[in-house]
């Protein structure tokens, strides 16, 4: 398997890819179309990576935009961080990078896959000099967690803290922290997704500058 920049030639197969990768219950609507994926090329080629096999088909993906700072600390909803699906709100002088999708076909899981696109996009981090790596995991195994619903904010911090401590598993939100990503803080309303009751949780990643002392030193704790 090799990860590599996406091309205009990925198109189809990343959409195919994308589709596979969420199905219902999560909204049709909001899976890639072609036309979406030409325009993240055009605007933010570096940040768009896929994985593939020896005859170039197509089993990982992930997109990525560049966010300023006012931006990453607001923690708002995907459609007015990213900018929707054309990721109208990319900075090119952003200073995170912002995952907006990572895809890796069902056959092909629990192979390492997301762990080397995310190293690609770490790599992205430090190559630009940015000062994080971000971004909002859904937690499609909420639903089945919280069999008594109480008060959504509360359950949510909850669940975050069981999966984080390893007493429940998130088909979604496991992977991401296995991988090195931290739990910052829990989203209401980021995106229509029924199994995650429509919430996410925010995770950061911050290249280490050993020159640079501490990570405190730039205030982003
Ligand atoms: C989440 C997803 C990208 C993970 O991809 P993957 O290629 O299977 O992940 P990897 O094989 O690189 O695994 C990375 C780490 O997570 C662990 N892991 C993978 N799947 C897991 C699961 N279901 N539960 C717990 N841990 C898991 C792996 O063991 C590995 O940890 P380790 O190296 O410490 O052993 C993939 O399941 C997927 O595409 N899901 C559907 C789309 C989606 O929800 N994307 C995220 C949107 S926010």
């Not at 049709?28 to 080629?45: D, G, I, S, T, Y």
């Amino acid at each position: 398997m090799i990860i590599r920049p996406m091309t205009p030639d990925d198109i189809l197969g990343a959409v195919e890819l994308q589709r596979a990768c969420f199905p219902p219950p999560f909204p049709e609507v909001l899976l890639w179309r072609p036309e979406h994926l030409a325009r993240h090329l055009e605007l933010f080629p570096e940040g768009q990576f896929v994985a593939v096999d020896t005859d170039n088909a197509i089993w990982g993906g992930a997109s990525s935009v560049l966010i300023s700072e006012e931006n990453y600390n607001a923690h708002r909803n995907w459609d007015t961080t990213v900018g929707g699906p054309f990721l109208n709100a990319h900075d090119p002088n952003g200073t995170t990078l912002y995952g907006v999708d990572i895809s890796v076909h069902p056959e092909a899981r629990r192979q390492g896959i997301a762990r080397r696109l995310y190293h690609a996009r770490f790599a992205v981090v430090r190559e630009l000099g940015l000062r994080r790596f971000a971004t909002a995991c859904r937690i499609p195994d909420f639903r089945t967690w919280r069999t008594q619903p109480g008060d959504l904010a509360r359950d949510l911090e909850r669940y975050i803290n069981d999966v984080v401590w390893d007493r429940a598993n998130d088909r979604t939100l496991s992977p991401l922290l296995h991988i090195g990503l931290k739990p910052v803080c829990g989203i209401l309303d980021y995106m229509e997704d029924e199994e995650s009751f429509d919430c996410a949780v925010l995770l950061k990643w911050k290249p280490t500058r050993p020159w640079l002392g501490p990570e405190v030193i730039d205030g982003d704790e």
